[in-house]
């Protein structure tokens, strides 16, 4: 899942280090259309539904997060 997410970032921002970057909301890395993209991808990747009370900073600020979040929601 955390390759899958990395691979997905890559294609936005390709010279990020998104296995280190743990600030990505915070450090002004992804913006507002790059987390409408990233959640389209995600759940066409993972065949999950992000609702929008997810969509926080928190559950975006780095991959830890993201994989964290998607495991939550398919625990549902």
Do not use: W, Y
């Not at 600030?23 to 992000?50: C, K, M, Q, R």
Request: net charge negative.
């Amino acid at each position: 899942m955390e390759q899958k997410i990395i691979e997905i970032l890559k294609k936005m921002h390709p010279t990020v280090d998104f296995e280190c970057e743990e600030h990505l909301i915070d450090d002004g890395i992804l913006d507002s259309l790059d987390i409408v993209t990233l959640v389209t991808e995600l759940n066409a990747a993972f065949n999950v539904a992000i609702p929008a009370i997810e969509i926080l900073p928190s559950n975006f600020n780095s991959v830890q997060a993201l994989v964290e979040m998607l495991e939550r929601l398919d625990d549902v």
